[in-house]
């Protein structure tokens, strides 16, 4: 697994202001590093689902948490489940064809040499035009 440093270098992360999917150099970075959290939420919600105890993950619920258990399973539930949804929700306005590839690419830091390898089926301007495009709708969809 790469570190941040090795996934950070060598990527543009600032767009002009002309390009129509235009979000700030920091505010992409918030939003990638916000998509690498996704396989953290999906397991969380596995835990969730399988344990009759409230799971250790859960610290980024604050202001007071029920002390009924259900309640709390349920707070997390939700809380993690939003944020899959969110996601997923913003690749389907991308064409479906690319969507799954999009996703692998922002959660797992895959590039589109090793995505295109595995099936991508559009070229790099395609695949990175659905990227920029992705990360603008999750920006307008978070703010």
């Known amino acids: 697994m790469k570190n941040c440093n090795e996934i950070m270098r060598g990527e543009r992360a600032e767009l002009s202001k002309k390009n129509p999917y235009y979000i700030s150099k920091h505010r992409y970075y918030e939003l990638k590093h916000f998509c690498r959290q996704y396989d953290e939420w999906k397991r969380a919600l596995v835990r969730i689902d399988g344990w009759k105890a409230f799971p250790e993950s859960t610290g980024a619920i604050v202001n007071a948490t029920p002390s009924n258990p259900t309640e709390q399973m349920a707070m997390a539930r939700a809380f993690y489940s939003n944020r899959v949804d969110l996601l997923e ?11 799954p590839y999009i996703l692998r690419g922002v959660t797992e830091g895959h590039s589109y040499e090793a995505l295109r390898i595995k099936g991508c089926p559009c070229c790099k301007d395609t695949y990175y035009n659905n990227y920029r495009k992705f990360f603008w709708i999750l920006s307008r969809e978070r703010a």
């Open 89 to 99: 929700n913003c690749l389907g306005e991308l064409e479906p064809a690319i969507a």
